[in-house]
């Protein structure tokens, strides 16, 4: 009896690992098809990159909405793995969020279709809720994490409480999508390291300024 279930698990096991593992390759068939159709890409041009049907490809996703999460999670790890690196690159703050801005707009500028792709959430089944409206939502979530993290280690080294970072982080990540989305809308007016310089500036004379305020009214 012991030995049956045994192996019963061994079987389950093999075929979630199987699983897990076709859905990864959905998703790279997903991120290739996006790269070769553009953001609009229908559920059959995704099926033909992987070398599917559409009916075996909702047999791993319940629907288009379960694919496009899960491909906006995969972008999501990436940017965030990118992000931490350039912040960890140097000790210097103000380089910090430059080197933030910058990685943000490089993957932009990089594969704006796979951006398009994540922002452009697809229609979602009735009933669905208001949180699921917009799957790009995690993944500023998850930068603003990060952000977050940058705004408390300025603060800190200016000898302050970093209490305030989590709501100035998630704010300057609202400001750099909505400059980051008009720019890419406009079809790029400038270059990516002008708008670099630009956000930076801004972002920076509002962390500088209110850490500089808060030194002078120590006593």
Known sequence: MRGERSRRDRRDSRWDEHRRARREQLVDATIAAVGRHGAGVGMEEIATAAGTSKT???RHFADRTELHVAVCA???ASLTA???ESIDSTSEPRQMVANA???YLAFLEGDPELYRFVVQAPDRP??????DADPIAN???LVGDQAAALVAVTLEQAGRDPAAAP???HGLVGLIRSAADWWLQADRPMPRAELTAHLTDLAWAGLSGVVSRNEEEDP
């Open 56 to 58: 075996v490809v909702y």
């Open 74 to 76: 995969r972008v999501a």
């Open 82 to 84: 990118r992000l931490r």
């Open 101 to 103: 801005v910058e990685t």
């Open 126 to 131: 009735a009933g669905q809720g208001p949180g």
């Open 139 to 141: 993944l500023s979530h």
């Open 167 to 169: 709501p100035w982080g």
